[in-house]
């Protein structure tokens, strides 16, 4: 198998697992199948797909023997019921959360670096601390008042999108149990990463 597969991402796994799972779905065309892999019919869209994700550069042929292996990987593990184990389940869930959280910070952070606003002077400024900071060792002001604006848009975006999220925290109810924290034991307790967590 050659040294690409080892390289795919969890993210594909995904796509590709949802493909098996809706496999229930209307056939497609046969112009439509790239390539059949037992009972899994591998689209254009599939492909395309695949595509975006992939290592860049890469040809077809080497993108569809990688899908090829990991289709055959996938449908190895669902013989083994793999997809059915508990730790795998959560294991989905960590990673459907994780991805909705970020989908939401991306959206929200996007929506406020295009309402940020910086004055002029506020560049200027900007401008005249890091001439200060660097004893004069800056670029003249033309040049890089344009990478001195959109930081400080990134950086008032961000102040925004801090502020939105603690928003959030102090317009929900909330109600801690602080004894049943304290008695939390993390002793021989295998964390995410694989290590293992103190008392």
Excluded at 91 to 116: M, P, V
Aim: glycine content about 4%; some cysteine.
């Amino acid at each position: 198998m050659h040294k690409i597969l080892k390289k795919f991402s969890f993210l594909m796994v995904m796509g590709l697992a949802a493909a098996l799972i809706t496999g229930c779905v209307k056939k497609p065309d046969k112009d439509q199948i790239v390539a059949q892999i037992n009972n899994y019919a591998l689209t254009i869209n599939d492909f395309k797909h695949e595509a975006k994700i992939s290592i860049p550069g890469m040809s077809k042929e080497l993108m569809l023997q990688d899908i090829i292996a990991k289709e055959l990987l996938l449908q190895e593990a669902q013989k083994m019921n793999l997809d059915k184990n508990k730790l795998f389940m959560k294991e989905i869930e960590d990673y459907w959360k994780q991805s909705l959280i970020k989908r939401l910070i991306n959206i929200k952070g996007e929506e406020f670096l295009a309402a940020a606003r910086v004055s002029d002077q506020e560049i200027k400024a900007e401008y005249n601390r890091i001439s200060e900071e660097s004893a004069g060792k800056i670029k003249p002001f033309a040049e890089i008042s344009g990478q001195i604006q959109e930081r400080l848009k990134m950086m008032q975006a961000q102040v925004a999108l801090d502020k939105w999220i603690n928003s959030l925290q102090s317009n929900a109810l909330i109600k801690k149990n602080t004894a049943v924290l304290t008695n939390i034991n993390f002793k021989d307790t295998k964390n995410s990463a694989g290590g293992l967590h103190g008392k």
